[in-house]
């Protein structure tokens, strides 16, 4: 099945942790590597959740693009949260955002492109720690001087 999607970039992002842990860990990443698909490298919670993949992951089974989702630290929001809002209700502060970036070009070394998602999306703080990260980052860009009001 993977063959017939091999024109695409494909990314996955594992949802349960068991496909990334112990000897399993090797046998995922050679699966993705040998179909030049790029695994989804995530920061969430520092939980051992079923549900939840280990943030020290720095995997690239593509070298034309890595990809890196992230979804906030706060590991009761994320394994209670009853709406996307609630579960990713998290903001990231400077000293993590550095750590991000520092994250980031460690990616940067094996992989052509990098991608970054923030999935910390209630009120404005994925756009917000976008462009602080940008600005981590050496990247230009402004950021807007008020606040998106509570919408839910």
């Known amino acids: 099945m993977i063959s017939n999607l091999s024109s695409y970039s494909l990314a ?35 939980a051992d959740h079923f549900s939840i993949v280990p943030s020290d992951l720095n995997e690239i089974t593509n070298p034309k693009f890595s990809y890196l989702r992230l979804h906030g630290r706060d590991p009761k929001a994320y394994l209670t949260g009853k709406t996307v809002a609630a579960r990713f209700n998290y903001n990231y502060s400077d000293e993590e955002i550095d750590e991000l970036a ?27 720690a976008a462009m602080r990260l940008r600005k981590a980052l050496g990247q230009s ?12």
Not at 12 to 38: M, P, Y
Not at 105 to 111: D, F, I, V
Not at 113 to 126: E, M
């Open 12 to 46: 996955i992002e594992f949802r349960n942790r068991n496909w990334v842990v112990a000897d399993q860990l090797g046998s995922t990443v050679a699966f993705l590597r040998k179909h030049r698909v790029t695994f989804v490298n995530v920061d969430a919670p520092a």
């Open 102 to 128: 520092k994250r980031s070009r460690k990616l940067a070394r094996e992989a052509t492109d990098v991608h970054i998602v923030f999935n910390n999306n209630n009120l404005d703080y994925a756009p917000r």
């Open 141 to 152: 860009g402004t950021l807007a001087s008020s606040q998106t009001p509570e919408l839910f």
